[in-house]
């Protein structure tokens, strides 16, 4: 799971996220040009992407680890499993 430094990281970068989806209900409220709309979603993309990119080294480094260093074969194949279908997932987006 995750150690208290990678959670606030976590934790800071959704808040901010969260303040660019709220700057973005503004921009549309405004009428604002679309473009610059369509700019800031992009960023705010950008760091759900990080968000994610986090999450994932967070799983790799500990989640993964542990089933691999564990004498279960199911605990393994069921990890690798996972990964396949989050990775089939993530590049049909």
């Given amino acids: 799971m995750f150690t208290d430094d990678e959670k606030d990281s976590v934790l800071r970068r959704l808040r ?9 209900a503004r921009m549309v409220e405004a009428d604002k040009y679309c ?8 960023a705010a993309q950008g760091a759900l992407l990080r968000v994610s990119q986090e999450l994932l080294d967070s799983h790799l480094r500990t989640c993964l680890v542990t089933a691999f260093k564990a004498n279960d074969a ?18 049909r987006q």
């Fill in 16 to 24: 901010r996220v969260e303040g660019q989806v709220a700057g973005l």
């Fill in 35 to 42: 473009i610059d709309i369509i700019q800031q979603v992009s």
């Fill in 74 to 91: 199911r605990a393994r194949d069921r990890m690798v499993k996972e990964l396949v279908a989050l990775f089939a997932k993530v590049s």
